[in-house]
């Protein structure tokens, strides 16, 4: 079957780094997102990887290790605003989404 | 980023009545679009995939006669929750896209609340 895992929640406190980790097994691989998702409201776009290696985006990288069947989301500079879930959604080779159960990160002053 | 907008973002319903969400793209046309169901503090669930002219394609488990979709052009489709119940209450949010591995943009999500 298709999985993917990331932890359920993370505690971070503001202005440190954070690293969300995302492990997937899927029918083939067309690339990974990361979505941001505050509470009650619709997801946001904040990554795509479909080849190995760092995407940096502002605050915001996301790696990715087809091998190995990982990536991770690094957040830097944590402001409250972070205070989210963040959602690992792999395509598969059907091009189907397959979204993980997502990580909700609480930030403490 | 491009833009989706959905409507309306809460309704309230009486059991047994039916209910229209509509997602539009606003400034792109959307080749495909998604509609997920997504319940209390539970990841997106898949409901069905349409495409701009054909029938949606359901995900298993998906009663395609109580979730009606229609994706009349490349920039509307509307989810028709029939006789709505009670269990059918959840958040449901519309995502579209350009293209088969493109940038999925989400509509704000409507909120259902089934009495």
């Known amino acids: 079957g298709q999985n993917i895992d990331q932890p359920t929640e993370m505690t971070a406190t503001e202005g440190a780094i954070v690293q969300i980790n995302c492990t997937y097994q899927t029918s083939g691989f067309n690339g990974l997102f990361w979505y941001q998702q505050h509470a009650g409201e619709a997801p946001t776009f904040l990554s795509y990887?479909?080849l190995d290696g760092l995407e940096e985006k502002g605050r915001f990288s996301s790696f990715l290790s087809r091998s190995k069947g990982y990536s991770y989301l690094l957040l830097k500079e944590l402001q409250m605003k972070d205070s989210a879930s963040y959602l690992c959604?792999?395509?598969?080779?059907?091009?189907?989404?397959?979204w993980g159960a997502g990580t909700k990160l609480i930030i403490k002053p | 980023g491009a833009v989706v907008s959905q409507h309306p973002s809460w309704v309230i319903c009486k059991s047994g009545t039916s209910v229209k969400i509509e997602c539009r793209s606003l400034d792109f046309q959307a080749t495909t679009m998604f509609w997920y169901r997504q319940f209390p503090k539970q990841s997106l669930m898949l409901m069905a995939t349409?495409?701009?002219?054909?029938?949606?394609?359901?995900e298993q488990g998906v009663e395609k006669d109580k979730f009606l979709i229609n994706h009349a052009s490349l920039t509307l489709s509307t989810l028709t929750v029939t006789s709505a119940h009670p269990e059918d209450s959840s958040f449901y949010i519309c995502?579209?896209?350009?293209?088969?591995?493109?940038?999925?943009?989400f509509g704000e999500g409507s909120r259902l609340t089934v009495l």
């Open positions: 959604a792999v395509m598969d080779s059907n091009y189907q989404l397959i």
């Open positions: 349409s495409n701009e002219g054909s029938k949606a394609t359901y």
């Open positions: 990887n479909v």
């Open positions: 995502s579209a896209s350009q293209g088969l591995v493109a940038e999925l943009f």
